[in-house]
């Protein structure tokens, strides 16, 4: 009888203390994954496939449009754009998401019209500034008082606008500190792979958020060790950047296509026809997740992209960056 007490109580304490490192191993890290928006709001089976992968923080959405780049003019939870992009699908998803375990960042993008790149927003007036200000501003308080209510756990300011950025300095300040007032969470803005060093408000943040996309490779099929060779400098420079402005660097996406020579351009998401490439995509994130996951100045990433109502019979996402029914799935479930 006494062996047996003594036998419970070993298994009682053993099993807490690895439930106990599960959970610190599992929040150690932010393993996330970023959420394609969908027409319907999602569903419980649908989050509980985000959890199941090994995820623990699920990026969301919530988009705005622009006619042109150059425009003042910028819309948002309208009519005509899917159910998961507005404010009542992203509160929707975001609560689902919860139910099943899993912290959320809300991260609005923009999409411009004639398909420029963000990054190259510029009004040509001050008029035009100033409007264009009022209207991201809407635009981001709208979703940060989203964030609020639901007890969002991070929030990003915006996704690659580096001229926005380096043009209005003093709006973005001033967005800060009213994002503040009203969300009481944490916050990043995501800058692209080489324009993160033009940003100056890190130090106003919690994490400096970086869209990852740094050239890592020109090899058809890179190997793991070649991919850690690559980012043995990268690693070096991010790491003393992270020490300049004691934060930690937040990788807001990352990720690569199932394609040959992913490792190249891992930015490019043009819908050009290329030779689909399982391997070089496991390789690639094998090797980010070997090189860097375990530096103490890294604090994670959110793989792009996962979508909600995948079909494992269609051929559309066969070569883009989604690891479904590829067998970087296999491998992210394992990592």
Not at 109 to 114: A, F, R, T
Request: some cysteine; charged content about 25%.
């Amino acid at each position: 009888m006494k062996f047996s007490r003594l036998y419970l109580v070993i298994f009682f304490l053993l099993n807490n203390f690895l439930l106990v490192f599960a959970q610190d191993k599992s929040t150690t890290k932010i393993n996330g994954m970023t959420m394609v928006a969908s027409k319907t709001t999602i569903t419980d089976a649908n989050a509980k496939d985000l959890r199941d992968i090994g995820s623990n923080y699920i990026a969301v959405m919530p988009y705005a449009f622009m006619p042109r780049a150059e425009k003042a003019q910028l819309y948002f939870d309208t009519k005509r754009q899917w159910t998961g992009e507005t404010l009542t699908g992203i509160e929707s998803d975001v609560k689902t998401l919860q139910a099943v375990g899993l912290k959320v960042m809300i991260k609005p993008h923009i999409w411009i019209g004639s398909g420029a790149f963000t990054g190259s927003i510029a009004m040509t007036s001050e008029i035009d500034w100033i409007q264009f200000e009022e209207n991201y501003k809407a635009y981001i308080l709208t979703f940060a008082s989203i964030a609020e209510k639901n007890k969002v756990s991070l929030f990003c300011l915006g996704t690659e606008l580096n001229s926005f950025v380096s043009e209005r300095p003093e709006f973005w300040c001033k967005l800060i500190e009213e994002v503040k007032s009203i969300y009481s969470g944490k916050l990043t803005y995501a800058e692209n792979w080489d324009k993160y060093e033009d940003v100056i408000f890190w130090d106003s943040l919690d994490y400096i958020g970086i869209d990852a996309y740094f050239p890592i490779s020109e090899n058809k099929t890179p190997s793991v060790e070649k991919v850690n060779f690559a980012w043995h400098g990268l690693k070096a420079t991010l790491k003393s950047f992270s020490k300049d402005y004691n934060s930690k660097i937040l990788f807001t996406e990352y990720g690569y296509r199932s394609i040959d020579f992913a490792g190249k351009e891992p930015w490019d998401s043009s819908r050009k026809e290329v030779s689909g490439n399982e391997t070089a995509q496991l390789n690639l994130l094998k090797g980010l997740h070997e090189s860097i996951w375990d530096e103490d100045w890294f604090a994670g990433g959110f793989l792009w992209k996962w979508f909600p109502n995948y079909n494992s019979d269609s051929y559309r996402h066969k070569n883009r960056f989604t690891i479904q029914g590829k067998i970087s799935e296999s491998y992210f479930k394992s990592f």
